[in-house]
T-cell receptor, first 113, second 114 residues
């Protein structure tokens, strides 16, 4: 079955700490991968995406993610978080020839100053 | 990216009544819109794909007679929850597909059925 797993449900960090949020997917075939962020009271916004090419992709606000095909993973990283990064983060996968996005359950990140 | 609005942002209705939720693409003509549902602490689940001028495509397990979708123009799609029940209480989110790769999401509508 097609699915996305985010193992970290709630992460609490202090400012300047490094962040890594796990994302693993189960999907047969070529995939496109996404990380979305939802700041408190706001709509989902695209952080970064991977379609092909360099497996290390850089997104907005200093975030990056690495696609490791052999591990079916697309972990999100940021070397130094800020209080303003407090938000809900969603990993999503889509078959390369489909419209349907499959989301993970999300990870709530709280950053304390 | 595309700017998407939803109305209302929250609604409370009595069991047995119907509720209409609007999704508007404010700066882009969208031939395809999507409707998602999100339960607390769960992921977004795609309910249906709304195509302008044609019938919506529903995901397996979604009752098309209960969740009526109308995409009458390139900037508006509506979701009507008919004969709502408390188990329909949820967060409903729409998105717009701007190109082959990206979707832009609305702010969501929280529905509470009492």
């Amino acid at each position: 079955a097609q699915s996305v797993s985010q193992h970290n449900h709630h992460v609490i960090l202090s400012e300047a700490a490094s962040l890594e949020l796990g994302c693993n997917y189960s999907y047969g075939g070529t995939v496109n991968l996404f990380w979305y962020v939802q700041y408190p009271g706001q709509h989902l916004q695209l952080l970064l995406k991977y379609f092909s090419g360099d497996p290390l992709v850089k997104g907005i606000k200093g975030f990056e993610a690495e696609f490791i095909k052999s591990k079916f993973s697309f972990n999100l990283r940021k070397p130094s978080v800020q209080w303003s990064d407090t938000a809900e983060y969603f990993c999503a996968v889509r078959g390369a020839n489909t419209d349907k996005l499959i989301f993970g359950t999300g990870t709530r990140l709280q950053v304390f100053p | 990216g595309a700017v998407v609005s939803q109305h209302p942002s929250w609604v409370i209705c009595k069991s047995g009544t119907s509720v209409k939720i609007e999704c508007r693409s404010l700066d882009f003509q969208a031939t395809t819109m999507f409707w998602y549902r999100q339960f607390p602490k769960q992921s977004l689940m795609l309910m249906a794909t709304s195509n302008e001028g044609s019938k919506a495509t529903y995901e397996q397990g979604v009752e098309k007679d209960k969740f009526l979708i109308n995409h009458a123009s390139l900037t508006l799609s509506t979701l009507t929850v008919t004969s709502a029940h408390p188990e329909d209480s949820s967060f409903y989110i729409c998105s717009v597909r701007q190109n082959s790769y990206e979707q832009y999401f609305g702010p969501g509508t929280r529905l509470t059925v009492t």
